[in-house]
């Protein structure tokens, strides 16, 4: 096996990651210490992490316990700013004709339901770990060539430089050019729909409380906790509202934000503008192919609203890296046989959740009045079930 210290250009290493998001960055450092020689590239160059008290990053992410374990394992967790970290410690939602839920993660024996990150913090401590477990990082070039014979996979970047590998793993996203140039027909479906998001101070505390409105405009708002008292939303709105939303000016859209919520938290005061993100659904019947395995958005895209994209991916990168580290006998680490390993791992959670998923937008998405009537009649059933309640918690979280 190829060391990580020798490792350099025209080297072959164990395991090349086209992509380092922050699925990617995390299957590298997984991969690394599970004792692989691996590599990463991506064709973005990494941001500046400020960190300043009023510069919040408008992309977070609601980590769940067990990807939280998972990144602790790795050795990013540790390196969070604890201050810029916010516990969910319990979760209200309310459908469109009156019925509401609660969550807690008391009543789910946890300290948090999730954890809120910022996506600029959380990819900078990877890239730490990444660097800690000798990962070797090419950061603002593109894969541009993949070609494969019997021993390895040899991707090309735009450099012009070859990295050869046993393996590929694709990490580079929803539109992941690794998945298109293996033969993949898979490609993500347009739900019609943009995800909104926006950091804003309250005038009351939110004491560790995250909400969620199904609304009967078919649109999805989340509030989400951060730390102090601010938080940061995602309206997974159709269309023509997503873009009327961002063309608010940011106090507008502070108001607007506030009575879709109640005012719950009173007024609110906007940290910086909006951005919006397409929403997209991809099914990939299997996540590999010849000396190819993919990870994260390149394997699967889901809906926002249970927030569990990024989470799925983490699974993946922590699946993969097991399957390797314990390929016992097995010296080729793009072996067949280890990637069908990989892919039976992640079949049943990666199904159950794009289900559990597509079918909460199905059934809030219908306007009939007599399936309006019955989703708000389940969900006060549900809220009557601390058993059921609390197993629906635990499976999301972990
Ligand atoms: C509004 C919104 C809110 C969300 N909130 C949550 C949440 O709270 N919790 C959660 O779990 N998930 C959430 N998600 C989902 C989450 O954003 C994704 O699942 C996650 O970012 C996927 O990470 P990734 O690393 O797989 O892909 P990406 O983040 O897309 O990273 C792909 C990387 O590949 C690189 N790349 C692409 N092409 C190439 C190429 N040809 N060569 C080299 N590099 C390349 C890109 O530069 C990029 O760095 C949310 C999504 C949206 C839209």
């Avoid at 992309?59 to 067990?66: E, K, L």
């Avoid at 809120?116 to 900078?124: D, F, P």
């Avoid at 027909?185 to 009351?204: C, H, I, M, W």
């Avoid at 910086?272 to 996540?287: D, E, K, M, R, Y």
């Amino acid at each position: 096996m190829v060391t990580a210290a020798d490792c350099g250009e025209g080297t072959r290493f164990d395991a090349v990651v086209a992509g380092a998001g922050l699925v990617g960055l995390a299957t590298a450092v997984a991969l690394a210490r599970a004792g692989l020689a691996v590599a990463t590239v991506d064709r973005a160059n990494p941001a500046d992490v400020t960190n300043s008290a009023d510069d919040w990053d408008r992309r977070i992410y609601a980590v769940s316990p067990g990807s939280a374990r998972f990144l602790s394992a790795i050795g990013a967790w540790q390196a969070l700013a604890c201050e810029r970290i916010a516990a969910v410690e319990s979760m209200w939602i309310a459908g469109d004709a009156g019925a509401t839920l609660e969550f807690s993660a008391y009543d789910a024996g946890e300290r948090a339901l999730a954890w809120i990150v910022e996506e600029r913090s959380l990819k900078s401590a990877l890239r730490e770990a990444a660097f800690a477990a000798g990962v070797v990082l090419r950061e603002g070039v593109s894969c541009e060539r993949i070609a494969w014979s019997d021993a390895d996979a040899v991707l090309t970047l735009g450099d012009g430089n070859d990295l050869a590998a046993r393996l590929v793993v694709g990490a580079d996203g929803l539109h992941s050019w690794v998945r298109s140039a293996s033969g993949f027909d898979a490609k993500p479906r347009s739900r019609e729909q943009l995800g909104v998001v926006a950091n804003f101070a309250t005038a009351l505390a939110h004491r560790g409380r995250a909400s969620q409105w199904f609304r009967d405009d078919g649109s999805v708002l989340a509030w989400l906790p951060l730390p102090g008292s601010r938080i940061s939303i995602v309206w997974s709105a159709p269309a023509a509202l997503a873009r009327e939303l961002t063309a608010l000016s940011p106090e507008e859209l502070a108001g607007r934000v506030g009575d879709a919520g109640g005012n719950v938290l009173g007024a609110l005061t906007p940290l910086g503008g909006a951005a919006a993100f397409p929403l997209h659904s991809l099914h990939v019947p299997s996540p590999v192919a010849r000396r190819l395995a993919l990870v994260g958005d390149a394997a699967h895209g889901v809906h926002p609203l249970a927030g569990q994209g990024v989470n799925l991916g983490f699974g993946d990168a922590e699946a993969l890296a097991d399957v390797l580290a314990e390929r016992g006998p097995v010296a080729d680490c793009g072996e067949a046989l280890l990637l069908e390993r990989y892919a039976r791992r992640r079949a049943e959670p990666v199904l159950a959740m794009q289900t559990m998923i597509e079918g909460l937008g199905h059934l809030f998405g219908n306007r009939s009045r007599t399936v309006r009537a019955l989703r708000n009649a389940g969900m006060s059933a549900i809220d009557r079930l601390p058993i059921v309640k609390n197993a629906l918690a635990r499976a999301a979280m972990h």
